[in-house]
């Protein structure tokens, strides 16, 4: 920050201290590339499950437990089988972040080409990484590729607690600014849930533009909207971060 910057901080009464200016970041759709995870992660995973208890469901028990959900379905399946429920989501919730994980160190998806700005805001912001995907997967990730530029990494729990506490419940976002020292900042995602959960835990939502995301319609307008992480680096530099970002969002 030079000196300007720190004049023109006293004189608005702006605190732009790095305890202040966090910058959060969904990961499925935001730094890795596609929407999310493959549906047939989850069901090699259900299948790993159903291995390790000897289970061979029929066709209709097996209908029930497909998919990604904890649902009346897939407990209606677990009775069938004569299965607690919740136990049984966990098992095979970590064998969805064990796939998960073996299919991302094989390439199957990769950063998209916009994440080096990370560096750059890395340098003015403190920034966390927040996702709805594993809390196991969401480390590796970081790791594989590199995203040394965050201060702080949280997917979600595996298991019936972690499945409710997904966006839009804002409880792993307040989790991160908490862990961060934040009182104030941004959450960059691409959909109408993280703009939502954003709004929630009080931050400002920032809407990132994606292929996959082109025809979503938002519940709630976000603060800014850019069309790639270069763009949102670029409007931030060009407008600068007030608390607020009611200015900024005025494309």
């Not at 790095?18 to 047939?40: A, I, K, N, Y």
């Not at 499950?49 to 000897?54: E, I, M, P, V, W």
């Not at 607690?84 to 966990?90: G, H, I, Q």
């Not at 959909?191 to 709004?199: C, G, H, I, Q, Y």
Request: net charge negative; aromatic share 8%.
């Amino acid at each position: 920050m030079t000196s300007a910057d720190r004049s023109a901080d006293e004189h608005t009464g702006v605190d732009t201290g790095p305890d202040r200016r966090v910058v959060l970041f969904d990961m499925d759709g935001v730094l890795l590339e596609g929407r999310g995870t493959d549906g047939e992660v989850h069901e090699q995973a259900l299948a790993d499950a159903l291995s390790d208890r000897d289970l061979d469901p029929d066709p209709e028990t097996h209908r029930l437990l497909s998919g990604y959900e904890y649902d009346t379905d897939f407990a209606l399946g677990c009775t069938r089988l004569g299965v607690d429920p919740v136990t049984f989501y966990d098992r095979r919730e970590r064998y969805s972040a064990q796939r998960s994980i073996e299919r991302l160190a094989a390439g199957s998806r990769t950063p998209y080409d916009d994440v080096g700005v990370l560096t750059t805001l890395a340098d003015r912001y403190t920034l966390g990484l927040v996702s709805n995907n594993y809390d196991a997967v969401v480390q590796f990730v970081a790791e594989h590729h590199g995203f040394d530029a965050f201060e702080h990494q949280q997917g979600r729990d595996p298991g019936v607690r972690g499945f409710y506490r997904r966006k839009p419940d804002p409880h792993y976002l307040l989790d991160a600014m908490e862990a961060l020292g934040g009182t104030d900042g941004l959450y960059v995602g691409d959909r109408a849930t993280d703009v939502l959960a954003a709004t929630r835990a009080g931050l400002d939502a920032v809407f990132v533009e994606r292929s996959h995301n082109d025809a979503d319609s938002l519940p709630v307008t976000p603060a800014l909207t850019a069309d790639s992480l270069a763009d949102f680096a670029d409007q931030l530099a060009a407008r600068g971060w007030p608390s607020r970002l009611s200015s900024v969002g005025e494309r």
